[in-house]
């Protein structure tokens, strides 16, 4: 079983930066890839990155492209998402998210299984 925890959330000035972090509670992350989510209140749950189990074809949001970094430690069984030159509008609570296999679209909150609790991010202007 996967049991992610994010970590990292926070408030922060509009141009300030955040790392976020996911890591399992129980079986090893290093396995699956992983993708991170948003939603703000009263919005639908977004997709902002994913990255593959072996650092591979990372994926960003039109609305982050630039300013985001995903990374992952295997070593160290975590993801990282970097934010930078956050905005207002990324305020959301972030999650974590992992598929049950290779066969999913990561587009899609819908199609990952394994999920953690969120982390709040709230960028003032």
Known sequence: ?????????????????????????????????????????????????RIRWN????LYADSVKGRFLISRDNAKDTVALQMNS???EDTAVYYCA?????????????????WGQGTQVTVSS
Do not use: M
Request: glycine residues 14%.
């Open 86 to 88: 956050l905005k207002p």
């Open 98 to 114: 992992a598929p049950r296999d290779e066969y999913y679209n990561p587009y899609r909150h819908d199609e990952y299984y394994y």
């Open 1 to 49: 079983q996967v049991q992610l925890v994010e970590s990292g959330g926070g408030l922060v000035q509009a141009g300030g930066s955040l790392r976020l972090s996911c890591a399992s509670s129980g079986r090893t992350l290093s396995i699956y890839a992983v993708g991170w989510f948003r939603q703000a209140p009263g919005k639908e749950r977004e997709f902002v990155a």
């Open 55 to 58: 650092g591979g074809t990372l």
